[in-house]
């Protein structure tokens, strides 16, 4: 089956940790991307990626940090320098073209800080 | 800033009524808008595309577009129990930029 798969589906981290929240696609998408969904609140834009070795942040990267190194793998890691990073975290991928191609969404990881 | 506005809800509409859900956007040049369907707890499923003016129907979906008046809107006709969720209207803020989403409409559907 194609699609995006992202685990761990709940994710528990003391504070002061660093966690990884992984986003794998065989969609053979070029673009992917990350979000972060608060309670009642809209999609903001973490990072994003078009092709591999390059990412570009979005609105809201600080504490955040990711990496490309393969077509089908983005990784999200939430830094201890995230002040606030309990919420739901959406990977998704789409073709080339990041404002016309539709994005399609993974199931997502809710990140609770305890 | 570019920005996408959705009227928060909720939206209560009865079983087999249509559900009218709008969405305003700020960037003139926006070629391309999508509609999502977010149900409680999950993930955001694509209902549909639009990139023209006028309407564009998809089974009990209907969307719509008016690029002069900067708003896309979407039909539900004979609204479902299983319609109610949040839809997340998106909009491309320019040539292959991410898209922007709004904050979403609650729609209740009450049987």
């Known amino acids: 089956d194609g699609g995006i798969t992202q685990s761990p589906k709940y994710l528990f981290r003391k504070e002061g940790q660093n966690v990884t929240l992984s986003c794998e696609q065989n969609?053979?998408?070029?673009?992917m991307y990350w979000y972060r969904q608060d309670p009642g609140q809209g999609l903001r834009l973490i990072y994003y990626s078009q092709i591999v070795n390059d990412f570009q942040k979005g609105d809201i990267a600080e504490g955040y940090s990711v990496s490309r190194e393969k077509k089908e793998s983005f990784p999200l890691t939430v830094t201890s320098a995230q002040k606030n990073p309990t919420a739901f975290y959406l990977c998704?991928?789409?073709?080339?073209?990041?404002?016309?191609?539709?994005?399609?969404f993974g199931p997502g990881t809710r990140l609770t800080v305890l | 800033q570019k920005e996408v506005e959705q009227n928060s809800g909720p939206l209560s509409v009865p079983e087999g009524a249509i559900a009218s859900l709008n969405c305003t956007y700020s960037d003139r040049g926006s070629q391309s808008f999508f509609w999502y369907r977010q149900y409680s707890g999950k993930s955001p499923e694509l209902i549909m595309s639009i990139y023209s003016n006028g309407d564009k129907e998809d089974g009990r979906f209907t969307a719509q577009l008016n690029k002069a008046s900067q708003y896309v809107s979407l039909l539900i006709r004979d609204s479902q129990p299983s319609d109610s969720a949040t839809y997340l209207c998106?909009?491309?803020?320019?040539?292959?930029?991410?898209?922007?989403f709004g904050k979403g409409t609650r729609l209740s559907v009450i049987a």
């Open positions: 998704a991928s789409s073709m080339r073209d990041l404002g016309r191609d539709t994005q399609y």
């Open positions: 969609l053979n998408h070029d673009a």
């Open positions: 998106a909009v491309n803020a320019g040539r292959n930029t991410p898209l922007v």
